[in-house]
């Protein structure tokens, strides 16, 4: 299924801004720069980046958490930290353990990766739902955790626009994001690139859409991938219902007309 919405990252297509910004999150984990944000309207990517940065990374070297639904209070948010990476036997109940506890935890977690050369990762996705100043400044104190004036944990936060906006609210955290960068949606010319290049990794090895049928799915996605994906997908079940072996741009419009897009 070429066209599947979701972070598979084999089926990413490295436009010069995918690769821009892996190799802006990579040079924040690699240099040990604390904290750093990508943003980017929705379905452009973000996620499936953060997922090539996972398998960019040695394992062996990396203990990471990667939290998708971070719309938490910040004693929930802590405690999901801690336990994907590694803590036992924390309680089921939180009024049975304070923020202050879990701080420790991790802390402690972040100490021993030090000691045994292991390096922690922690990437909030759909940060951007944060609507609590707390959360964010709970955040914060985690880049406090360091040694040698070396931090013990990188953080990466990943969202929509708006998260620029709540991040600029909370200046102590926003000095410590040493780079961000910030995903548009792919351009007219990269959306031909971007197809044929999912069709490959899915085993194709013809271009099965007409010149206007890209022209079309440009114009109704806006150069958004998840837009493309649907678009696609719909109008691949289109055309084999037509018994159609390419695509053009009448099966785009009618693929465009079913999802309402």
């Given at each position: 299924m070429p066209f599947e919405n979701t972070p598979d990252p084999r089926f990413l297509y490295y436009s010069s801004q995918h690769e821009e910004g892996l190799s802006r999150l990579l040079y924040v984990v690699e240099q040990h720069k604390g904290a750093g944000m990508l943003t980017g309207v929705f379905g452009c990517g973000k996620t499936v980046l953060a997922r090539a940065l996972f398998n960019t990374l040695n394992k062996n070297v990396y203990?990471?958490?990667?939290?998708?639904?971070?719309?938490?209070?910040?004693?929930?948010?802590?405690?999901?930290?801690?336990?994907?990476?590694?803590?036992?036997?924390?309680p089921e109940k939180l009024n049975e353990m304070s923020t202050d506890h879990f701080v420790e935890v991790i802390n402690n977690i972040l100490l021993d990766n030090a000691k045994d050369g292991k390096e922690t990762l922690v990437i909030v996705d759909e940060a951007h739902v944060i609507d609590d100043a707390e959360v964010f400044e709970e955040l914060r104190l985690l880049l406090n955790f360091q040694i040698k004036n070396r931090f013990l944990l990188t953080l990466l936060l990943m969202g929509q626009p708006e998260l620029k906006e709540r991040i600029h609210k909370n200046k102590q955290l926003l000095q410590r994001i040493a780079m961000g960068y910030h995903l548009e949606p792919i351009s007219k010319d990269e959306v031909s690139k971007y197809i044929t290049h999912r069709l490959e990794v899915a085993g194709g090895n013809r271009n099965i859409f007409t010149d206007d049928a890209f022209e079309l799915i440009f114009a109704n996605s806006g150069g958004i991938p998840r837009r493309i994906n649907q678009i696609c997908d719909m109008s691949l079940i289109t055309g084999f219902s037509k018994k159609q072996d390419r695509i053009n741009g009448e099966i785009i419009n009618e693929a465009v007309d079913s999802l309402g897009v």
């Amino acid at each position: 299924m070429p066209f599947e919405n979701t972070p598979d990252p084999r089926f990413l297509y490295y436009s010069s801004q995918h690769e821009e910004g892996l190799s802006r999150l990579l040079y924040v984990v690699e240099q040990h720069k604390g904290a750093g944000m990508l943003t980017g309207v929705f379905g452009c990517g973000k996620t499936v980046l953060a997922r090539a940065l996972f398998n960019t990374l040695n394992k062996n070297v990396y203990q990471t958490a990667f939290i998708n639904n971070p719309h938490l209070k910040s004693v929930e948010l802590l405690r999901a930290i801690a336990r994907q990476l590694g803590a036992e036997n924390l309680p089921e109940k939180l009024n049975e353990m304070s923020t202050d506890h879990f701080v420790e935890v991790i802390n402690n977690i972040l100490l021993d990766n030090a000691k045994d050369g292991k390096e922690t990762l922690v990437i909030v996705d759909e940060a951007h739902v944060i609507d609590d100043a707390e959360v964010f400044e709970e955040l914060r104190l985690l880049l406090n955790f360091q040694i040698k004036n070396r931090f013990l944990l990188t953080l990466l936060l990943m969202g929509q626009p708006e998260l620029k906006e709540r991040i600029h609210k909370n200046k102590q955290l926003l000095q410590r994001i040493a780079m961000g960068y910030h995903l548009e949606p792919i351009s007219k010319d990269e959306v031909s690139k971007y197809i044929t290049h999912r069709l490959e990794v899915a085993g194709g090895n013809r271009n099965i859409f007409t010149d206007d049928a890209f022209e079309l799915i440009f114009a109704n996605s806006g150069g958004i991938p998840r837009r493309i994906n649907q678009i696609c997908d719909m109008s691949l079940i289109t055309g084999f219902s037509k018994k159609q072996d390419r695509i053009n741009g009448e099966i785009i419009n009618e693929a465009v007309d079913s999802l309402g897009v």
